[in-house]
């Protein structure tokens, strides 16, 4: 950027003059002059009124600020008001003989369930849970490996009204000692095979109960400690708590349920797919293996308690299973691609990554062995309801790849320190708003306020600090 004054004959101030030299390969013409358009904006503006701080000069155009505010998060979309209860039941209804489940055991044994025959084991199970108290608000934390238990102990909670706070029975006791104290579930449900125990709250062992004189017919609201309401929480999920102690993260009904929704028709499923669960309960990405299926009349492929680590496992087991939908993190989508038959051609319909960045060299790898396959970049914290935005990846991505836009009515900010939106390119912070934030940190009133702050650009709403620099 060269500079000058310029002056009149008569000597007389002419203004300021200068011009722009820039690398052809880094830049394009529209970039270099939308850069001079925003210094004469400043220079303007710092000209009109000298007293303003430097911070509080604006450096969008009108058209960049209805951009990046409005249009980008031009999201609305209509949404039945609905729990995963009632998704369940209105499935249930709809394929009763469908097979809902099937599940590959460790001794080689695999078991098969239709939506009719889970359904009752829901049923009795979740009117169990009313009985001992368990209703929207309450909590019951389920502490089981990989298996159909795990699955029928989810959705009776679901039912009951309560929300599920899961646990991993392999982890210290220490840990889940400190999450069920904080989370004070009414009950954990466990099985025999999960071996956990612990003094902090009674544990209910599912061999222990003798439940089929209970009914097994669809739950209605009036057999509920209080009707289930959307706004009710469904889950409180434990962050990893890298930086401290674990955080309970309360997701409500409505929340989840936007998200499933969306889920469910971006990406077309049917009744067709079969949806691999091979993730820990205990991370967020699990809520759409658990529950994707149960949308939409699917097929629940459940992987062997450790069969997550083997990824020759995994990918026999899909195809085995013919499974059509897979969620991963990108580094178990290198090692899936590292362990590929070379000879083999078979893939699925569709792969969702999403909890780490997805190197562009990743991608290109499984775009090139898995041509008929779509695969899809996702981005979401555990406090926006698994994922808020989304984008398709190409072979254009080679580089780096992009978290795409927001999901049904969700909006994503990028903002500065004074919390204003930043040009684009500009680096700022990722904020996320809409209907799929989390209620808060479980007991946390104070991390919630800190992450969880005002919306300036819509009064009375909320806004998620993720800490995420993006540009």
């Known amino acids: 950027l060269i500079v000058g004054d310029a002056y009149a004959e008569s000597g007389a101030a002419g203004g300021i003059g200068g011009f722009l030299t820039y690398a052809t390969d880094l830049f394009d013409r529209a970039t270099v002059e939308s850069f001079a358009a925003r210094l004469s904006r400043i220079l303007a503006a710092v000209v009109a009124d000298p007293t303003v701080p430097v911070g509080d000069l ?169 009707p289930l309401r959307p706004e009710n929480t469904a889950y409180v999920i434990f962050t990893s708590g890298s930086t401290g102690r674990p955080k309970g993260v309360a997701v409500p009904h409505a929340a989840v349920v936007n998200q499933l929704l969306w889920k469910t028709a971006e990406f077309e499923l049917t009744q067709d797919d079969s949806v691999l669960l091979k993730t820990a309960a205990t991370f967020d990405l699990s809520v759409w293996e658990f529950w994707s299926a149960a949308v939409r009349g699917g097929r629940l492929v459940i992987a062997a308690p450790d069969g997550h680590r083997d990824p020759a496992y995994l990918h026999d087991l899909m ?23 070379a000879a083999d051609d078979w893939s699925p319909r569709r792969v969702l990554a999403i909890g780490e960045s997805l190197p562009g060299s990743v991608a290109q790898r499984f775009l090139r062995d898995c041509p008929r396959t779509e695969l899809f970049n996702l981005y979401g914290p555990t406090e926006a309801a698994v994922s808020i935005t989304s984008h398709r990846v190409t072979l254009a991505d080679e580089m780096s790849v992009s978290i795409g836009g927001p999901v049904w009515n969700s909006r994503v900010f990028v903002l500065d320190g004074r919390l204003r939106p930043v040009p684009v390119g500009v680096s700022g912070e990722l904020y996320l708003a809409g209907a799929q934030l989390a ?31 993006v540009a």
């Not at 995963?84 to 369930?113: F, K, Y």
Request: aromatic residues 6%.
């Open 58 to 226: 604006d450096l969008l155009a009108d058209t960049e600020r209805t951009d990046v505010l409005t249009a980008w998060n031009d999201t609305t979309h209509p949404v039945e008001p609905a729990t995963l209860a009632s998704l369940l039941r209105r499935t249930v209804a709809a394929t009763p003989g469908a097979v809902a489940l099937v599940a590959d055991l460790s001794c080689g044994d695999r078991v098969e369930l239709s939506y009719a025959e889970l359904a009752a084991r829901v049923n009795r199970l979740a009117r169990y849970l009313i009985s001992v108290g368990v209703g929207p608000e309450t909590r019951v934390a389920l502490a089981f490996r990989r298996s159909v238990d795990l699955v029928v102990a989810m959705y009776a909670v679901a039912e009951a009204g309560g929300a599920y706070v899961p646990v991993d029975p392999d982890q210290a006791a220490d840990r889940t000692d400190y999450i069920l104290s904080v989370s004070a579930p009414v009950c954990v449900l466990s099985n025999a095979e999960s071996d956990f125990d612990t003094d902090v709250a009674p544990v209910v062992r599912l061999e222990d109960l003798e439940l089929t004189a209970v009914a097994s017919v669809p739950l209605t609201d009036s057999e509920r400690v209080v």
């Open 319 to 341: 195809v085995r299973e013919s499974v059509t939908t897979l969620h991963v993190v990108p580094s178990m989508l290198a090692a899936l691609s590292a362990h590929r038959p």
């Open 439 to 469: 209620r808060g940190y479980f007991g946390r009133a104070d991390l919630t306020a800190d992450r969880f702050v005002a919306n300036p650009f819509e009064p009375g709403a909320r806004m998620y600090r993720t800490g995420d620099l």
